[in-house]
C-alpha cells in the first residue's frame, strides 16, 4: 500500500507566475485536502475534493484553484503568486470526505521571490 | 467556526521529564480531536485522535491526551521523553464537529525541544 506521495518537493517561483502542485493519495482513498502551512504557523485549509468534484473551500482567492483526476490524484494550482504564498503546502488523502482517516503527505515547499 | 488554541509556542525539556502540551478549542459540542507530529522538512504524521468512547487516548510511542468536555481541552502528556521527540507538535479539531465535509482546524503549533 502506497503513501501519499507530492511532488515536487521543493520549488522557487517567481512573484507573477503560476505554480502546479501533484498529490498522488493513498491506495483507496477517494478523498484529497489540501492545506496552507506558512513559517511558523499551522496548517490552514485550502479546499477539498471528493470524487473529482469541490467538496469544501476555505477562504483563499479563486486564484487558487484545484482538480482531482479519475484515478484521484489532484493538483493544486495557484495563480499571479504573491510573496505570502511562501509556505508548505500539505496534500492529505482519506478514505471518504471526512478527516478520521487523513494521511498527509511530505508537503511542498514553495518559495516565492 | 471552530478554532484551536495551543498555549505554548515552544516547550524545552530535558530528557527524561515529563511533559505537558497544552491545546483547548473553541466548541461546545462534541468533536473529533486530533494531535499530530511534525518534524523538521516533513509532513504531518497523525500522533493520536479522539473520535468517542474512553476520554484517555494513548499513543503507541508513549504519548497520551485526555478529552476534557467541560474545559475544552485535548492536553498531550509524556511521563519521560526522549530526543527523538524533539519535534513540532499540532492540535487540530474537525469542523464541523461531526459530519459533513470535514476539515481539520490546527492550532499554531507547539515546538518541543528535548535536551540532554
Known amino acids: 500500500e502506497t503513501g501519499v506521495t507530492q511532488s515536487p518537493t521543493h520549488l522557487i517561483k517567481t512573484r507573477g507566475q503560476q505554480v502546479t502542485l501533484r498529490c498522488s493519495s493513498q491506495s483507496g482513498h477517494n478523498t484529497v485536502s489540501w492545506y496552507q502551512q506558512a513559517l511558523g504557523q499551522g496548517p490552514q485549509f485550502i479546499f477539498q475534493y471528493y470524487r473529482e468534484e469541490e467538496n469544501g473551500r476555505g477562504n483563499f482567492p479563486p486564484r487558487f484553484s484545484g482538480l482531482q483526476f479519475p484515478n484521484y490524484s489532484s493538483e493544486l494550482n495557484v495563480n499571479a503568486l504573491e510573496l505570502d504564498d511562501s509556505a508548505l503546502y500539505l496534500c492529505?488523502?482519506?478514505?471518504?470526505?471526512?478527516?478520521?482517516?487523513?494521511?498527509f503527505g511530505q508537503g511542498t515547499r514553495l518559495t516565492v521571490v | 467556526a471552530q478554532s484551536v488554541t495551543q498555549l505554548d509556542s515552544q516547550v524545552p525539556v530535558f530528557e527524561e521529564a515529563p511533559v505537558e502540551l497544552r491545546c483547548n478549542y473553541s466548541?461546545?459540542?462534541?468533536?473529533?480531536l486530533f494531535w499530530y507530529v511534525q518534524y523538521p522538512n516533513q509532513g504531518l504524521q497523525l500522533l493520536l485522535k479522539?473520535?468517542?468512547?474512553?476520554?484517555l487516548v494513548e499513543s503507541i510511542n508513549g504519548f497520551e491526551a485526555e478529552f476534557n468536555k467541560s474545559q475544552t481541552s485535548f492536553h498531550l502528556r509524556k511521563p519521560s521523553v526522549h530526543i527523538s521527540d524533539t519535534a513540532e507538535y499540532f492540535c487540530a479539531v474537525s469542523d464541523p464537529p461531526l459530519g459533513g465535509s470535514e476539515k481539520l482546524v490546527f492550532g499554531k503549533g507547539t515546538k518541543l525541544t528535548v535536551n540532554p
Open positions: 479522539y473520535l468517542s468512547g474512553s476520554t
Open positions: 492529505a488523502s482519506s478514505p471518504g470526505a471526512r478527516t478520521t482517516e487523513a494521511f
Open positions: 466548541s461546545s459540542v462534541s468533536v473529533y
